[in-house]
């Protein structure tokens, strides 16, 4: 049993090398990206419908287009790195509201409030806003988490 291990190891080391490295790269990307995209989301963001994203106003219709399909593969790679950092060392659900974020898709909203509702997650946001000196994110419906203690 343990032969068949090693042989496997052996024969795929340059896949096992790999993998460490971009999960080392996707780690240290999250505990860099993940803080900074928090602290310049606005404190209301969660509350009220949903609104227009300003910063990705383009007129060009070609170049919104293809900032719209660059938003969303990052948000796919963001969602997808968060369920990697479920596993590996990192904040994998963090990342992975991050990634829902920047997708577009029905029901997104929802689903962002959603997963910020959950107190450990509503706390970890406001916790990195607050080490920043950013006001604590507000929720319409769970405001009884408003502020980091």
Same mark, same amino acid.
């Given at each position: 049993?343990?032969?068949?291990? &090693?042989?496997?190891?052996?024969?795929?080391?340059?896949?096992?090398?790999?993998?460490?490295?971009?999960?080392?790269?996707?780690? !240290?990307?999250s505990?860099l990206?993940?803080?900074?995209?928090?602290?310049?989301?606005?404190?209301?963001?969660? !509350?009220? %419908?949903?609104?227009?994203?300003?910063?990705w106003?383009?007129e060009?219709? *070609?170049?919104?287009?293809?900032?719209?399909?660059? &938003?969303?593969?990052? *948000?796919?790679?963001?969602?997808?790195? *968060?369920?990697?950092?479920?596993?590996?060392?990192?904040?994998?659900?963090?990342?992975?509201?991050?990634?829902?974020?920047?997708?577009?898709f029905?029901? &997104?909203?929802?689903?962002?409030?959603?997963?910020?509702?959950? %107190?450990?997650i509503? &706390?970890?946001?406001?916790?990195?806003?607050?080490?920043?000196?950013? %006001?604590?994110?507000?929720?319409?419906?769970l405001?009884r988490?408003?502020? !980091?203690?």
């Open positions: 049993m343990f032969d068949v291990l &090693k042989e496997w190891i052996d024969g795929h080391r340059q896949l096992i090398a790999m993998l460490a490295v971009s999960s080392l790269v996707v780690g !240290v990307g505990l990206a993940i803080p900074w995209i928090i602290i310049r989301l606005p404190a209301d963001y969660f !509350v009220g %419908p949903e609104k227009p994203m300003t910063s106003r383009i060009h219709p *070609g170049w919104r287009a293809a900032a719209l399909a660059l &938003k969303n593969v990052l *948000g796919i790679v963001f969602f997808f790195a *968060g369920i990697a950092l479920l596993v590996f060392p990192g904040q994998g659900v963090l990342t992975m509201l991050i990634g829902l974020m920047m997708l577009n029905p029901g &997104k909203r929802r689903l962002e409030r959603w997963i910020v509702n959950r %107190p450990r509503f &706390k970890a946001l406001n916790w990195i806003r607050h080490r920043a000196d950013r %006001p604590s994110l507000v929720l319409d419906e405001r988490l408003t502020s !980091v203690k």
